[in-house]
């Protein structure tokens, strides 16, 4: 509360000046998360008698978050970090003079680490359809990488230039971290931060309000797995391969969709990787 978070501020002050330590303001912010339309008062939290900046976005732990909850800046933030990456490797490596293998050896293991970062969490909220999922950043970034590669142009067609590579869409891969985090939330004590977390965002499941447990159980529903896993706490190592093996199925299958339904796209064959 608004009140609690004061009463931490003012033992905070008061462990500061007992060890006469002292907190960076510059760097120290209060962001209250609520989606809401209407304009109100902020209200005024302070160290001290000094007052601290109450904002409206962040940067934690490398990840961008605003006050409305969503992830938008932080696939924007990370998606620019990766196509600068990109464009750096471009200026010191012709990837034309690379067989795909290499070229794309390199791309997931410098770019896509980028792209993929923090993944576990924020890939619960994204689109969950194959549809769609070319219009986000952090696919955006990917689709550059295989028509640099290919020297087609932007606007070339983006599951043949994934197709023409092997590759699969970046979801697929989002996905397998998110379950395997799962797995790591599930063989946590209940004591751990993160666990407890896990158990609230399963609470307002229960209560059908939006949460991270229940946009997890929304994409094991996209793919028609949930009649197999029932919960995410019968989510285990085991079956990580099982449901990676269904969602690029699933890709398969939405791909030769689009193949059938156009005469330009027919010469490619199936992706493999």
């Given at each position: 509360?608004?009140?609690?978070?004061?009463?931490?501020?003012?033992?905070?002050?008061?462990?500061?000046n007992?060890?006469?330590?002292?907190?960076?303001?510059?760097?120290?912010?209060v962001?209250?998360?609520?989606?809401?339309?209407?304009?109100?008062?902020?209200?005024?939290?302070?160290l001290?008698?000094?007052?601290?900046t109450?904002g409206?976005?962040?940067?934690?732990?490398?990840?961008?978050?605003?006050?409305?909850?969503?992830?938008?800046?932080?696939?924007?933030?990370?998606?620019?970090?990766a196509?600068?990456?990109?464009y750096?490797?471009?200026?010191r490596?012709?990837?034309?003079?690379?067989?795909?293998?290499?070229?794309?050896?390199?791309?997931?293991?410098?770019i896509?680490?980028?792209l993929?970062?923090n993944?576990e969490?924020?890939?619960?909220?994204?689109?969950?359809?194959?549809?769609?999922?070319?219009?986000?950043?952090?696919?955006?970034?990917?689709l550059?990488?295989?028509?640099?590669?290919?020297?087609?142009?932007?606007?070339?067609?983006?599951?043949?230039?994934?197709?023409?590579?092997?590759?699969?869409?970046?979801?697929?891969?989002?996905f397998?971290?998110?379950?395997?985090?799962i797995?790591?939330?599930?063989?946590?004590?209940?004591t751990?931060?993160?666990?407890?977390?896990?158990?609230?965002?399963?609470?307002?499941?229960?209560?059908?309000?939006?949460?991270?447990?229940?946009k997890?159980?929304?994409?094991?529903?996209?793919?028609?797995?949930?009649?197999?896993?029932?919960?995410?706490?019968s989510?285990?190592?085991?079956?990580?391969?099982?449901?990676?093996?269904?969602?690029?199925?699933?890709?398969?299958?939405?791909?030769?969709?689009?193949?059938?339904?156009?005469?330009?796209?027919?010469p490619?064959?199936?992706?493999?990787r």
């Amino acid at each position: 509360s608004r009140f609690g978070l004061q009463k931490c501020l003012d033992d905070l002050h008061s462990w500061n000046n007992k060890w006469l330590m002292e907190v960076n303001l510059k760097k120290t912010q209060v962001m209250i998360f609520e989606k809401t339309i209407y304009k109100k008062a902020k209200p005024i939290f302070n160290l001290g008698k000094k007052d601290i900046t109450v904002g409206k976005e962040y940067c934690y732990l490398g990840i961008k978050m605003n006050n409305n909850g969503n992830f938008t800046l932080a696939l924007k933030q990370l998606s620019e970090k990766a196509l600068h990456a990109l464009y750096s490797m471009r200026r010191r490596l012709n990837i034309h003079h690379l067989n795909p293998k290499s070229a794309i050896k390199i791309f997931d293991r410098i770019i896509s680490p980028i792209l993929l970062y923090n993944s576990e969490v924020w890939g619960a909220y994204v689109k969950n359809d194959f549809n769609n999922w070319d219009k986000l950043p952090i696919e955006k970034v990917h689709l550059r990488f295989c028509k640099l590669y290919l020297g087609v142009d932007k606007k070339a067609s983006n599951i043949a230039s994934r197709g023409e590579l092997g590759k699969f869409p970046l979801i697929i891969n989002i996905f397998k971290r998110l379950f395997k985090y799962i797995t790591h939330l599930n063989s946590l004590s209940e004591t751990a931060i993160a666990k407890q977390a896990f158990l609230i965002s399963k609470d307002l499941f229960t209560k059908q309000n939006t949460s991270y447990y229940g946009k997890a159980m929304d994409i094991l529903k996209a793919f028609n797995l949930n009649t197999e896993i029932t919960d995410l706490e019968s989510i285990t190592t085991e079956l990580i391969q099982p449901i990676t093996k269904r969602l690029k199925e699933d890709y398969l299958t939405f791909w030769k969709h689009k193949l059938e339904n156009s005469s330009k796209l027919t010469p490619f064959i199936q992706p493999s990787r």
